[in-house]
């Protein structure tokens, strides 16, 4: 079966340092990776997709990057935080397929800027 | 352009009583349509899908949903409530490129 693993689980950073959070996927290949944010009181916001090692997609423009240097591992970072930037950050990931859409989601990272 | 309204921000229920959570859609043609569920602090979980055939869904956690095309609705019931379901719930809708589109989510409070 297919797990999903993030971390950490929490981090407390200052304005201005850098971030990378991480997402690797185990018992499946070439699978489509997501990066969400949920900010307070808010739904899910789409930051990155990718379909395979080395592709991103970017949906919205902001202080934030993503790579996938592996086949299962996805990576958040910033070179400088935002207070904006705080929020519940979660990786999810779904086969490849069109027809298997649905998307798995792993525990989260709680990111608070100071 | 796809999109997914959830009208009610937040729900209270008796432990015991049924529930219905609306979910209303936009989207072109047959819609992928899922529930997921979040507990506090954690990441979200797949409660049923909707993919085609019957219209009527079974779910994890004695949840079900039915797809109504002419009211463009996929709302999520459960005959029975108990505290251990209060959580928040997003519905979503497949977008191209295997993505999701959210609703804003539904909070369900459970009193006792």
């Known amino acids: 079966s297919q797990t999903i693993h993030q971390w950490p689980a929490t981090l407390v950073q200052p304005v201005g340092s850098p971030l990378s959070l991480e997402c690797t996927v185990e018992?499946?290949?070439?699978?489509?990776l997501y990066w969400y944010r949920q900010a307070a009181g808010r739904g899910l916001q789409l930051l990155f997709y990718s379909v395979g090692i080395g592709q991103i997609s970017s949906e919205v423009p902001q202080n934030l990057s993503a790579s996938r240097p592996q086949d299962r591992q996805f990576i958040l970072s910033s070179k400088k935080l935002l207070l904006s930037d705080s929020g519940f950050y979660l990786c999810?990931?779904?086969?490849?397929?069109?027809?298997?859409?649905?998307?798995?989601f792993g525990p989260g990272t709680r990111l608070t800027v100071t | 352009a796809q999109s997914v309204t959830q009208p009610d921000i937040h729900i209270t229920v008796s432990e015991g009583a049924s529930l219905e959570l609306r979910c209303n859609y936009s989207?072109?043609?047959?819609?992928?349509l899922f529930w997921y569920v979040q507990s506090p602090g954690q990441g979200l979980q797949l409660l049923l899908k909707?993919?085609?055939?019957?219209?009527l869904v079974q779910g994890i956690k004695g949840f079900e949903a039915e797809f109504k095309r002419s009211q463009s609705s996929f709302n999520l019931r459960k005959p029975s409530v108990h505290w251990s379901d209060a959580a928040e719930y997003f519905c979503?809708?497949?977008?191209?490129?295997?993505?999701?589109?959210f609703g804003a989510g539904t909070i369900l409070r459970v009193k006792s």
């Open positions: 909707y993919f085609s055939g019957d219209t």
């Open positions: 989207y072109g043609a047959t819609p992928y």
């Open positions: 999810a990931w779904s086969f490849a397929t069109r027809m298997k859409v649905e998307q798995y």
């Open positions: 979503a809708v497949g977008a191209r490129g295997n993505k999701l589109v």
């Open positions: 018992g499946t290949s070439n699978p489509n």
